[in-house]
């Protein structure tokens, strides 16, 4: 990795993404926080800078393709793509009680925000010497674990929207991986596990790991070697099932 090595988080404001955004900072990389709000953006950036990092606020809403445009062409360099912007919908709805309404605004966000913003900015991935994306998934994704009567998952109340999305956004992983692998584009889905943030506040039981920890994972992957896996689902432990 280079000194100059450059990253852009979308929804790094708060959360794993803001976790994501301060440990690339701290090994050097310049990153982009890319944030909906643009108040909410200059606060964490304000915030990451106090710690010497190299961060810039960037307004980036991944269900607006004029902001996607926008922030696409105010970069000249780029190396790291962490899809990370996400939303959870309706934790207690099961597919039966579940809207279409409901079901569109989630894959807005976890699966067609993440293809919208990664086709803006392959041009710019294509011209970097190491290029690394990196789709933010969960374990609530992996089909494999919720049809395993022995695996924990299974045994969870049933839910449409977030896990369907997480679920295509790992089908989506694994075909930009196969596109892309011959440009050496390395392209890997990340389960962070369950993290105390915003988004799992409201769940009806306690979560004691932290954002920080979530977002390791990520960045390891974003920082692969050369010869690093592409098209595969990570978390701490290792490979998740699909
Ligand atoms: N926390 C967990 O346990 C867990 C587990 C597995 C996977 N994940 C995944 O990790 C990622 C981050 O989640 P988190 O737990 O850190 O949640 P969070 O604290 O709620 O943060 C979500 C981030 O996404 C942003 N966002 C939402 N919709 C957006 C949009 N349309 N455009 C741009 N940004 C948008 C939010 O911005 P605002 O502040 O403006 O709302 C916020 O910055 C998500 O993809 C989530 O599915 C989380």
Known sequence: MTETTTALVTG?????GYEVAAA???????????????????QAATRLRATGADVHPI???????????S??????????LINNAGISGPTNEPPSATTPRTLRDVLETNVIGVLTVTNALLPLLRRSPAPR???????????????????????????????????ALNALTVQYAKELRKDGILVNAAAPGA?????????????????????????????LPADGPTGTFHDDAGTVPW
């Open 12 to 16: 790094a404001n708060k959360g794993i």
């Open 24 to 42: 690339l900072a701290a090994q050097g990389v310049t990153v982009f926080l890319a944030s909906r709000d643009p108040q909410r953006g200059e």
């Open 59 to 69: 307004v980036l809403d991944v269900t607006d393709p004029a902001t996607i445009e």
């Open 71 to 80: 922030a696409a062409t105010s970069l000249t360099r780029l190396d790291i």
């Open 133 to 167: 994306i990196v789709n933010v998934s969960s374990t609530v994704g992996s089909t494999t674990c919720h049809t395993d009567p022995a695996h924990h998952m299974s045994g969870l109340p049933a839910v449409a929207a977030y896990p369907a999305s997480k679920a």
């Open 195 to 223: 993290c105390a943030t915003d988004l799992t506040k409201d769940l009806p039981f306690p979560i004691t790991r932290t954002a920080a920890e979530g977002a390791a994972v990520i960045v390891r992957l974003a920082t």
